[in-house]
C-alpha cells in the first residue's frame, strides 16, 4: 500500500499545484490594460489574427467595493430550465448554477484544483487524504454562510452525498458519489469522506461545479422522489456564491443580485447579473462583439470567419482554450419507436435493442462515411481539430489506437453488402432482416450544428441510410424537463449530436458515463449519464480497473484502452475536437475562459475597465 501512495504523489501533486503557470488559449485582441503589482505599468498587446499563444499568466489584485460596478449582462443563447445541476444534464444549468452554489474546490484554467469553499485541498502531502487511499477529509473556512444568513455547517455536506445518491432522486451526478461507504460529519466544519475499497482518485464528491454543495435547510422536503417537484428550489437555490437570485424565468432569462453574505467582503465588484436568453450563437456574438448589448456571451458555436469579421468593430474579443470537449454523434442501442409507448428507448435488460443500430456493421459503415475534415474547417477551423477518439486530450491520454480517420465511403458500402445489409426494392434504400435504414438525427438549433447534419445526411444517403433531421430549441434540448419529449437525455431518435467533456483531469466521472448501472432511463429520470444505453461488462470491467489504479502512467494506458473501447464499438462516433469558445466585452477585467471547469468561475473577480 505504500507503493500506491508513493505513486499518487505524483498523480494528486500534478492536479493541486494552482500557482501562475503557463497557459495555451487561442486569441483575437487589442488590449489595454493597467496591472497593478508592485509598480503600475501599461501593457499593450495587439494579435491581428487569431494564433495560438502560451502566456504566463499573473493573477492581478484590483482593490475593489462590493456592488462598485452597475449590471452585467450574459448572453446564453441556451437559457437555463432551473438552476439545480442534480436535477438537469445540461452545460448551461451547471454554468449558470455555478455562480450561486459552489464546491469544496474547483479546477483553474490550467486543469489544478484549488479550494473554494475547502480550507485546502486535502493531499497525501498535507494527511487529508489518507495514505491507504480510503478515505479523505475536508474542512469548511471558517465563518461561511448561506446567502440568507445562516451558517454552512458539515450537516449540509451530509445531506447533499444523501439527496444525490438516494436512487429517487434521479441525481445527474450520482456517479461522482459512487464509491462512498459513509460520510461522517467529525464536527461543524469538517468532514471525513469514507471509501468501499482504495480510491486514487478522491476528488470527485463536492469537486467541481456539477458537484456543489446544497443547503440542507432549503432541500429537506425534496430528498428521493419529491426532488423533482421542487420547483421554488431548482429555481431560487441558496448558495454561498458571489450571486443570489432574485428572479428565474425558465428557459428565458435569470437575475441575480451581490450575495450581501458572501465570503469576501469586497465582492463582487459588479452589483448585479442578468442572463438573457435564447436565439442563436451567431445573435449571442454580435452582442458581445458587434452591438455592446452583453458583456459575455458564452459558446458561440459560430463559423470561423463570421467570428473574425465580428471582432472587426472592437467591442469585444474570443478567448478559445482546448480541454477535453468533443462533438459526437451518439448511437441509441435501444428501440425509440413511439408505438411502443412507455417501453421506448428503455433498455429493459437489453430486451429491447434498435433494430439495426444494434449491428456493429450499421454503425461503423456509418462512421466510415463521415468527412470529419470537411466537418471541422466548417464549423471550427482554428479552435478544433477532426478526431476519432472520445478522449482527444491532453496528449499524454490519447491514443494512437484510431488513426488515420479518413472518409471511406467505397468501404462502408462494401462492409455493408457483406453484412448482408441491401437495397432489396429498389428505393436506395438498405434494408436490415426487412426492416429500412431510415435514422431520425437530432441536435440542438444552431448553423454549426445544421451544417454538420446537411453534410452526413448527404454522405449517409450514397451508403444506402435515409436520415431525417431534427433541430431543437438548445433551451428544451438540453434542458431538465422530464415532461419534455426532445432532451437529449431522454433519447427519442436514433442518433443525435453534442458535446460535453471530463472535468478537470477526472476521465473516470466522464467513462463512466458509458456503464450499464448508470443507463438513462425512466426510473433515474433520464439522468443516469449513460445516454446510449450501452451495456458492456468488458467495459465496466476496465472501468474497475482504472477506478483502482494509482500509478499515473498505467491509469493513462486505461484511459486509452477504455477509449478504443468506446471508439472501435462505435458507441458513439467522434467528430470534432472542440475548444471552448466565448466572447468578452472591452468592459470586462479579469474574464479568463476556463475549458475544465465553470466558464464563470472567477466572476467574483471580475472588475470594469475605466475606458
Known amino acids: ?113 484549488f479550494a473554494v469553499l475547502a480550507e485546502e485541498v486535502p493531499t497525501l502531502e498535507n494527511g487529508g487524504f489518507a495514505a491507504d487511499l480510503m478515505s479523505i477529509t475536508w474542512k469548511l473556512k471558517e465563518g461561511l454562510l448561506w446567502s440568507d444568513g445562516t451558517p454552512v455547517t458539515s450537516a449540509d455536506l451530509v445531506f447533499t452525498y444523501e439527496f444525490c445518491v438516494n436512487p429517487d432522486t434521479g441525481c445527474a451526478s450520482n456517479d461522482l458519489f459512487a464509491g462512498i461507504s459513509s460520510i461522517e460529519a467529525i464536527d461543524d466544519s469538517t468532514i471525513k469522506i469514507n471509501f468501499a475499497e482504495p480510491t486514487p482518485f478522491p476528488y470527485k464528491p463536492f469537486v467541481s ?56 467582503p469586497n465582492k463582487p465588484y459588479f452589483a448585479s447579473v442578468f442572463i438573457k436568453g435564447g436565439g442563436d450563437a451567431e445573435a449571442a456574438a ?118 488515420p480517420c479518413t472518409q471511406d465511403i467505397e468501404g462502408a458500402n462494401a462492409l455493408l453488402d457483406e453484412a448482408g445489409i441491401v437495397d432489396t426494392d429498389g428505393d436506395g434504400i438498405r434494408e436490415k432482416d426487412g426492416v429500412p435504414l431510415r435514422i431520425v438525427y437530432q441536435t440542438s438549433t444552431n448553423a454549426v450544428r445544421q451544417g454538420y447534419q446537411a453534410f452526413i445526411k448527404q454522405w449517409w444517403a450514397e451508403i444506402g441510410v435515409e436520415t431525417e433531421l431534427r433541430n431543437i430549441d438548445a433551451a428544451v434540448y438540453f434542458g431538465g424537463d422530464v415532461a419534455s419529449p426532445d432532451t437529449f437525455t431522454k433519447f427519442y431518435t436514433d442518433v443525435e449530436m453534442y458535446t460535453n467533456g471530463a472535468t478537470g483531469q477526472d476521465f473516470a466521472s466522464l467513462l463512466a458515463n458509458y456503464t450499464c448501472e448508470n443507463i438513462n432511463g425512466v426510473a433515474n429520470n433520464w439522468f443516469g449519464g449513460n445516454v446510449p444505453r450501452y451495456c458492456n461488462p468488458e467495459y465496466d470491467d476496465l472501468l474497475a480497473q482504472l477506478n483502482a489504479e494509482g500509478d499515473p502512467t498505467a491509469r493513462q494506458e486505461l484511459v486509452k484502452a477504455l477509449n478504443d473501447h468506446l471508439v472501435q464499438n462505435y458507441v458513439l462516433l467522434p467528430l ?18 476556463n475549458p475544465w471547469d465553470a466558464e464563470l468561475w472567477n466572476i467574483a473577480d471580475w472588475t470594469e475597465s475605466s475606458g
Open 1 to 113: 500500500m505504500k507503493k500506491s501512495a508513493l505513486l499518487l504523489f505524483a498523480l494528486v501533486g500534478a492536479i493541486i499545484l494552482a500557482a501562475c503557470q503557463p497557459q495555451t488559449v487561442e486569441v483575437t485582441r487589442v488590449v489595454t490594460e493597467t496591472v497593478t503589482e508592485t509598480e503600475q505599468v501599461e501593457v499593450t498587446r495587439v494579435v491581428t489574427e487569431t494564433e495560438t499563444v502560451t502566456e504566463t499568466v499573473t493573477e492581478t489584485v484590483v482593490e475593489t467595493l462590493r456592488g462598485q460596478g452597475d449590471q452585467l449582462t450574459l448572453f446564453f443563447w441556451q437559457a437555463p430550465s432551473n438552476l439545480m445541476p442534480y436535477l438537469s444534464g445540461g452545460g448551461k444549468e451547471l454554468e449558470t448554477s455555478a455562480i450561486v452554489i459552489e464546491p469544496l474546490a474547483r479546477y483553474n484554467p490550467q486543469g489544478e484544483l
Open 209 to 264: 461545479y456539477n458537484a456543489p454543495i446544497i443547503q440542507a435547510a432549503q432541500w429537506a422536503d425534496c430528498m428521493g422522489a419529491n426532488a423533482i417537484g421542487c420547483t421554488e428550489q431548482s429555481f431560487k437555490p441558496i448558495g454561498t456564491g458571489p450571486y443570489m437570485v432574485t428572479e428565474f424565468l425558465p428557459n428565458d432569462s435569470v437575475l441575480y443580485d451581490a450575495n450581501p453574505n458572501y465570503r469576501d
Open 286 to 403: 454580435r452582442a458581445v462583439l458587434e452591438t455592446g448589448e452583453s458583456d459575455y456571451s458564452w459558446n458561440l458555436q459560430v463559423a470561423p470567419e463570421v467570428l473574425n469579421q465580428m471582432q472587426l468593430s472592437g467591442q469585444g474579443s474570443v478567448q478559445s482554450a482546448r480541454a477535453t470537449s468533443l462533438e459526437r454523434i451518439v448511437i441509441n442501442f435501444t428501440n425509440p419507436d413511439p408505438a411502443l409507448g412507455d417501453d421506448r428507448a428503455e433498455y429493459l435488460d437489453g430486451n429491447n435493442p434498435h433494430p439495426f443500430l444494434s449491428d456493429i456493421a450499421v454503425r461503423k459503415a456509418l462512421s466510415m462515411a463521415i468527412d470529419r475534415t470537411t466537418l471541422t474547417n466548417f464549423g471550427y477551423a482554428g479552435s478544433g481539430q477532426p478526431t476519432c477518439n472520445f478522449i482527444p486530450g491532453p496528449p499524454a491520454f490519447v491514443s494512437t489506437a484510431n488513426d
Open 576 to 593: 470534432t475536437y472542440r475548444g471552448s469558445v466565448s466572447g468578452f466585452s472591452n468592459r470586462v477585467l479579469g474574464g479568463r475562459i
